[in-house]
């Protein structure tokens, strides 16, 4: 009966610890391969001609002639799109065009200033200028059609005078003119309202296809369009459909629903001369972009824009490995010294174990706790502001524990008959731990510390406070590098992930930036269980 | 045994901790009053005055409270191989690692009497340890190189000693890879691990890495428990060829063994020291009854 039931036991044992290493294989396949598909897309993914250009004026990695080509025919199919713009913005922007018609009538009495006039001659034509000025003026003002026509009617009767011909008076009669065409298109009622949907338009726009030449930029982040594609189709998105509130069929409530700008019911340029902008815009944008497949690995050294809106994860990647091996330059020889001390010098007393009960209770304290630690320690008496030394210090107090446990195993694993060998040749005490236990306890020593690098590598709370920014200086050694702050890869994605709405247009970072992470430290895992290899080998003798 | 005690020794050599467990169970299973043994012990046999290297007068080790061995007297012979015999547990390895007090890796331990070597006493506070141990090597149970080559195995010893120089290491490996026996064997691949090497071979690497510091007594605690009968008869023979040069003290569970090899054999129960005589005086005519029946089979 007992007997009979030991084999279901084996099997239903043999059956669960297969199913927990296959569960775990699982989830670590469901969750890092996505994960690092979508951080793949910052590396691969269709670059714009924007993107050429920012790699042509940032990085200065450019082939001069396609790049200006491609960017004099990207820019046609743009000229096109923006002259749409531009006509009916012109009727629309009554400020501009009140500005306009001042500019005119100032430039007008230069003019006749600079002219043989009699004085009766010259109050005449000025008097008639202004007068024109003025009406268009209000009829610019104006939001009632009627009255617009009366003063633009007015402006008609003052067109035949002479004196006007070749003067900037002209000017403002086709203004009149383009007004008048305009306000037949347009409901003047519902200026303010298209007023506001055109800046949102012209944003979108500006989000595709950059500053228009000529046009300045100061933040470095306003400099280029939509350097990628799939951002590009995000753009577009937003600059085809509007959000409207509109009432719902109980009549009660607003509710939120998404239009295409254009759409002839409901659309606010509905029968607009711009309406067809964004017919126009969604077959054209891959010309106006032209979007290639673009293996970017330079993303792994590139410096990034404020916000990691363009470029790469360069100085986080470089500021996380510094940050993780100075912590491990700290945490190492000391989590081996005080191993050893703990293994081969300590008695076992009380004072002992209680050390020992710490250490096993610091190896599971949260890392917010070090972080705040690190804060009011290291950098208010030692660093005195946040910088990587005090960063570096905070993680090497996280993996202390960790290391000193690993390595208190592994060298309580050394036979006792190795110590023996020594002892009984005549070496002292630090000598046989130096030369005989310590190189027989390496390979057990380096899978803590294996472990513990990629704890380091990976903590964010740690260092959130004690020495990383999401902006800073790109890491150097030259200097007092270990005063300044530096970025790291960690933080970097909690920043984007806590971030604005800006920040939701780069998830291709934040995800990058966890592949780097992954990366980085499945490298420095690899590096680590190469030399622990090489050293167990050369124990086992091969 | 008290628990208290017994986590004391927690550290010990597993081999010593069932020396001390087993210590009663053959005290009982023998039958023998071992008291009254040592008490009539014709003890000038045990003195050697002229050409004594190690003088132990009622030397006493104690593990915690218990002892492990007591009131041990007896004198090895300069150049001469010694063995120890006698049951688990009966303190023979404990008075062997006293010689070189390799025990004091063991923690809560003491001694009483006087254990010289050299006419140096062992126990006294000012000994210095690393004289002591370069002067008295020692070969272990299990063959315990160091995960180091064959020629840093060897050479740790003279490295100790001060050697640094190229060619002076050089010298030393070769002399004493020779004098153990393994030069032919290991001349070709000296940089190779030593933890390749078969266990005979790696015995016998543990003897020339002791040679290296160049002792006067070799201490070897059952060298070749762990070895196959041609690897033993290498040691053995080895050992005939070092008698002489070095003084050798052997413990042996082999009672051929130590027939084969040793001038003088010395018997250990529970601890004191039974009968310690000439080899083959003590084995075709034991004085005791206990070492009679160790010796015949009747126990043991």
Known sequence: MRTGMRPVFDCVFTLLSAASVAFLIAALGIFLIPLCGKGMKAVVFRGTVEFRKMQS???????????????????????????????????????????????????????????????????????????????????????????????????????????????????????????????QKVDLSRREEYAEELAAVNKELFALFGPRPGQQRVLAMESYGATRWDVAQKHLRYLIWQEKWVPSPDGQTLQK????????????????????????????????????????????????????????????????????????????????????????????????????????????????????????????????????????????????????????????AVPQSYREAAVGLGAGKFRTFATVTLPAAGPGILTGIILSVSRAAGETAPILFAGAVALGPVPNFTGKWWFQPTRALSYGCYDITVGDKLAAMVPHNQFGMVMTLIILVVCLNITAILIRMRLSKKLRGG | MPIKETAKIQNMDVNLKMDLICTEAVGRMSGINIADAAKNIPSDNHIIPEKAIIRSRDFTFYYGQKTGVEKITMDIEMGSVTAIIGPSGCGKSTFLRSINRINDLIPHTHTEGLLEVGGQNVYAKTTNLVNLRQQVGMV????????????????????????????????????????????????DNLHQSALALSGGQQQRLCIARTLATRPKIILMDEPCSALDPLATARIENLIAKLKGTYTIVIVTHNMQQAARVSDRTAFFCLGRLIEYDMTDKLFTNPQQKATEDYITGRFG
């Open chain 1, 257 to 412: 629903v998404l239009i295409r700008r254009d759409d002839p019911e409901k659309g606010s340029f509905a029968k607009t001369e711009l309406a067809p902008l964004f017919g126009l815009i969604e077959k054209n944008l891959a010309a106006a972009l032209n979007p290639r497949l673009t293996f970017y690995w330079q993303y792994f050294i590139d410096d990034s824009t404020p916000g990691h809106y363009f470029g790469g994860v360069g100085p986080e990647l470089l500021g996380t490995l510094m940050l993780t091996l100075l912590a491990m330059c700290f945490a190492v020889p000391l989590g081996i010294i005080s191993a050893a001390y703990l293994v081969e010098y300590a008695g076992d007393n009380l004072a002992v174990r209680m050390i020992r009960i710490c250490i096993n209770t610091l190896a599971g304290v949260p890392s917010i706790v070090y972080g705040l630690f690190g804060l009011a320690f290291f950098v208010h008496y030692i660093t005195k502001q946040p910088c990587i030394l005090s960063a570096s210090l905070t993680l090497a107090l996280l993996v202390l524990p960790v290391i000193i446990r690993a390595a208190e195993e592994a060298i309580r």
């Open chain 2, 140 to 187: 272990f149970q299990r063959p315990n190189p160091f995960a180091k080559s064959i020629y840093d195995n060897v050479a740790y010893g003279a490295r100790l000693l001060g050697v640094r120089k190229k060619a002076d290491l050089d010298e030393i490996v070769e002399k004493c890879l020779c004098d153990a026996a393994l030069w032919d064997e290991v001349k």
């Open chain 1, 57 to 183: 004026d940032r990085f200065n990695r450019r082939n001069e002639a396609t790049l200006q080509n491609e960017i004099l025919q990207t820019q046609q199919v743009r000229d096109e799109i923006y002259a749409l713009v531009d006509h009916f913005s012109r009727g629309l922007d009554t400020q501009t065009l009140a500005d306009q018609a001042k500019d005119l009538y100032r430039k007008y009495g230069d003019e006749l200033r600079s002219r043989d006039l009699s004085r009766q001659q010259f109050a005449d034509l000025r008097a008639a200028a202004k007068d024109i000025r003025d009406h268009l003026l209000a009829a610019f003002d104006s939001t009632d059609k009627a009255v617009v026509e009366e003063h633009l009617d007015a402006i008609e009767g003052l067109r035949h005078q002479p004196g006007f011909e070749k003067t900037p008076v002209e000017t403002m009669f086709r203004l009149a003119d383009d007004f008048r065409e305009m306000i």
